[in-house]
């Protein structure tokens, strides 16, 4: 009986760890198709590496927009600061635009504000208390201005140096791309004052940079498909009319 028994579960354990055996292959043949899957993957990312930047660039656009606090204020890294920014611009534009008040008005009626809340302050607690309380006084300190003039004349210079550079280079197509730019700058701003223009290029660096970083590859795409398809059009009328023009004049 004895014997009977443990054959019976030796035939017993065999079969277990045959069928433990068959589990594992099945489970390992199962995960290949994960294992081809990362594959695929790796391919999808080389494939969109391989895309064509808009205007060959290389670098991520955090670090074209100059890859600092600027840069997350435009990209809406953190959302509080970019939308105080906007805010404030807004406001800014609606007081002059809308209710048509002019910057000196503006600014002295501020000052009459705070000097009436200090004239307040001053004769509220000496009433109600036998010293004088301490009234807080507003400066503006000196480095506020001096790192505000700084910014601007590193944007003014840097801008200057893009241009020179553009016309310096010889790249037809980046050429032709910033004259057409600044050509409807001018045609926008022969629309609307100086004021809107600046309200909507704050309005644009807030929107479309967030714009392109997530659609980047539909967006370069889609440009380099239409700057194919002028090409192609440029070449058929450069061959088609332009040189049938100076064949006929030729035979003339």
């Known amino acids: 009986m004895l014997s009977l028994v443990l054959s019976s579960t030796g035939t017993m354990s065999d079969k277990i760890t045959a069928e433990n055996l068959l589990h594992n292959l099945v489970d390992t043949l199962s995960d290949k198709p994960k294992k081809v899957s990362f594959f695929e993957e790796d391919k999808s990312k080389s494939v969109s590496s391989e895309i064509n930047r808009l ?10 927009l100059g890859g600092g606090k600027s840069a997350d204020c435009l990209l809406w890294r953190n959302k509080k600061i970019s939308a105080s920014f906007l805010t ?3 406001i800014v534009w609606v007081l002059f635009e809308w209710l048509n008040y002019n910057f000196i008005s503006l600014v002295c009626f501020v000052c009459v504000l705070g000097m009436l809340a200090q004239f307040l302050w001053s004769n509220a607690s000496g009433l109600f208390n036998s010293s004088p309380a301490q009234v807080p006084r507003f400066t503006v300190p000196e480095e506020l201005f001096v790192n505000i003039a700084t910014v601007v004349g590193n944007e003014v210079n840097r801008g200057l140096r893009f241009l020179q550079d553009v016309s310096c280079e010889g790249n037809l197509k980046l050429f032709l791309i910033t004259v057409a730019s600044l050509w409807a700058g001018s045609v926008i701003g022969s629309w609307c004052n100086f004021l809107t223009v600046i309200y909507i290029g704050i309005i644009a660096a807030h929107t479309l940079p967030v714009l392109y970083e997530k659609y980047e590859d539909e967006v370069d795409n889609f440009v380099y498909k239409v700057f194919g398809q002028l090409q192609n059009s440029f070449s058929k009328l450069d061959s088609g009319v332009l040189k049938g023009k100076f064949k006929g004049k030729k035979h003339d």
């Open 88 to 90: 404030g611009a807004t």
């Open 55 to 64: 205007f060959g660039r290389k670098k991520p656009v955090h670090n074209l």
